[in-house]
């Protein structure tokens, strides 16, 4: 490494591991070289790596997984409470790639618990299960769960969603169906064992729970839903005004 400022040793060693990162060198998922790797080759102390490291987490470009090693994460995600968008349109916005996988479509007559002050246990119609895990550049950033009517929604094809990417995007051209309002609730827990590997951050991580009620322009209910975003790349961002 080239250092010719005069700035202190563990931020030269900061700014190079950015820069490693900025290149491809070390990806979103990657873990860097361990404390005694990166000793060896910048010829410094373990203080001076772990002063650098911690930098980089303070600025969210690492995260330290417990047993495991210092891990890049991807890009922090932004949305603003301004306008309702996919998340396809969301990951777009921001310069990124959208994926989709592990996907399940299945009939079912229950929804999570959290529902049935909506819509009672009595009262639940055959409905279409559709989970699928969501992706920015190749990184996992949610789990999205949405249930939909079979009178309306009677299946969906696993091929046209991962082609359309956005579940919203076919609902609207496949059955004319236009998500024209959303209402979220939002809480913070911690991750199941189960959410933690599909997420790929440890059990007991924090994580946005969402749960939604989805409605078309006619205030009639179309969608529920569950979401469970890692907290650690997703920031939600609210404008307020009296």
Same mark, same amino acid.
């Given at each position: 490494?080239?250092?010719?400022?005069?700035?202190?040793? /563990?931020?030269?060693?900061?700014?190079?591991?950015?820069?490693?990162?900025?290149?491809g060198?070390?990806?979103?998922?990657?873990?860097?070289?361990?404390?005694?790797?990166?000793?060896? /080759? /910048?010829?410094?102390?373990?203080?001076?790596?772990?002063?650098?490291?911690? *930098? !980089?987490?303070?600025?969210?470009?690492?995260?330290?997984?417990?047993?495991?090693?210092?891990q890049?994460?991807?890009?922090?995600?932004?949305?603003?409470?301004?306008?309702?968008?996919?998340?396809?349109?969301?990951?777009?916005?921001?310069?990124?790639?959208?994926?989709?996988?592990?996907?399940?479509?299945?009939?079912?007559?229950?929804?999570?618990?959290?529902?049935?002050?909506?819509?009672?246990?009595?009262?639940?119609e055959?409905?279409?299960?559709?989970?699928r895990?969501?992706?920015?550049?190749?990184?996992?950033?949610?789990?999205?769960?949405?249930?939909?009517?079979?009178?309306?929604v009677?299946?969906?094809?696993?091929?046209?969603?991962? @082609?359309?990417?956005s !579940?919203? @995007?076919?609902?609207?051209?496949r059955?004319?169906?236009?998500?024209?309002?959303?209402?979220?609730?939002?809480?913070?827990?911690?991750?199941?064992?189960?959410? *933690? @590997?599909?997420?790929?951050?440890?059990?007991?991580?924090?994580?946005?729970?969402?749960?939604?009620?989805?409605?078309?322009?006619?205030?009639?209910?179309?969608?529920?839903?569950?979401?469970?975003?890692?907290?650690?790349?997703?920031? /939600?961002?609210?404008?307020?005004?009296?």
């Amino acid at each position: 490494m080239h250092v010719a400022d005069k700035s202190p040793l /563990y931020h030269k060693i900061y700014v190079d591991l950015k820069r490693r990162m900025e290149f491809g060198e070390f990806k979103p998922g990657d873990y860097i070289p361990t404390e005694k790797q990166l000793q060896d /080759y /910048y010829s410094v102390s373990r203080t001076t790596v772990r002063t650098a490291v911690a *930098a !980089l987490e303070d600025d969210g470009l690492v995260a330290v997984q417990r047993g495991k090693g210092v891990q890049v994460v991807p890009k922090t995600l932004r949305q603003r409470w301004t306008r309702l968008s996919s998340f396809t349109d969301l990951v777009l916005a921001q310069g990124l790639t959208p994926g989709i996988r592990d996907i399940e479509i299945v009939a079912t007559r229950s929804v999570p618990s959290p529902f049935d002050e909506v819509i009672p246990p009595e009262d639940q119609e055959d409905l279409l299960r559709v989970r699928r895990v969501r992706t920015a550049d190749e990184s996992v950033v949610s789990i999205h769960e949405s249930y939909f009517p079979r009178s309306r929604v009677p299946r969906i094809d696993e091929i046209e969603l991962v @082609k359309a990417q956005s !579940l919203y @995007k076919l609902l609207q051209n496949r059955f004319n169906i236009v998500v024209n309002a959303v209402e979220d609730e939002l809480t913070a827990r911690k991750a199941t064992s189960s959410e *933690a @590997k599909i997420l790929g951050i440890p059990s007991g991580d924090p994580v946005l729970h969402v749960n939604r009620l989805g409605y078309e322009a006619d205030s009639n209910l179309i969608e529920l839903a569950t979401i469970v975003i890692r907290s650690d790349i997703y920031r /939600y961002i609210a404008r307020l005004e009296r």
